[in-house]
């Protein structure tokens, strides 16, 4: 398994635990995952990260609870794993993205067992860089089908499926709130 973070910032020697720039909702008893962490991704879900860092996007894919009709319907025949939905204005904006890929090392990492996020709670040291320039190319190669829509508001109710479903930046999408 591989641990990953994607920056805009080619510079990042070690990586500080900081608190989330807006902090989220928590169930009881994790409400310490608003604070000073390193938050990293595992390889199988990088496909969510592979976006302009403020860009809104809905992440769907399957999980062994999902019924054949909601698969049905919202795959309609794509092979993909995970389909991404961003709204048009950002399309440009994907194409023309540069990103960096940071390793680390898993020893430092916990498992949230939760649509593949970890958290150090310590400084961490990438162990491997990488630069993105095509995105949408690193989409494919992650099985990740984009789609483009006006705006993500429709989606609102993918939350009431039985795939699961990702809001990422969703502040940031036309029409949300």
């Known amino acids: 398994m591989r641990l990953f973070h994607f920056s805009d910032d080619s510079n990042i020697e070690v990586f500080v635990p900081r608190p989330v720039r807006v902090a989220a909702q928590r169930p009881p008893g994790l409400e ?104 949408l190319n690193a989409q494919e190669v992650c099985n990740v089908e984009l789609r483009v829509l006006d705006d993500l508001s429709p989606l609102k109710g993918v939350w009431d499926t039985s795939l699961h479903a990702s809001g990422i930046r969703l502040r940031n999408a036309q029409n949300w709130h």
């Not at 023309?96 to 310590?122: C, H, N, Q």
């Open 32 to 135: 310490w995952l608003n604070g000073p962490l390193v938050w990293a991704i595992d390889e199988a879900h990088q496909g969510m990260y592979l976006f302009p860092r403020d860009c809104p996007r809905i992440l769907l894919w399957s999980t062994p609870e999902t019924t054949q009709e909601d698969y049905q319907h919202w795959w309609q025949g794509s092979d993909k794993k995970m389909l991404a939905y961003v709204e048009e204005g950002w399309l440009e904006r994907i194409q023309g993205a540069t990103l960096y890929r940071y390793e680390f090392p898993i020893e430092a990492f916990e498992d949230l067992e939760d649509a593949g996020m970890w958290v150090s709670r310590k400084a961490v040291k990438p162990i491997k860089f990488g630069k993105l320039t095509d995105l």
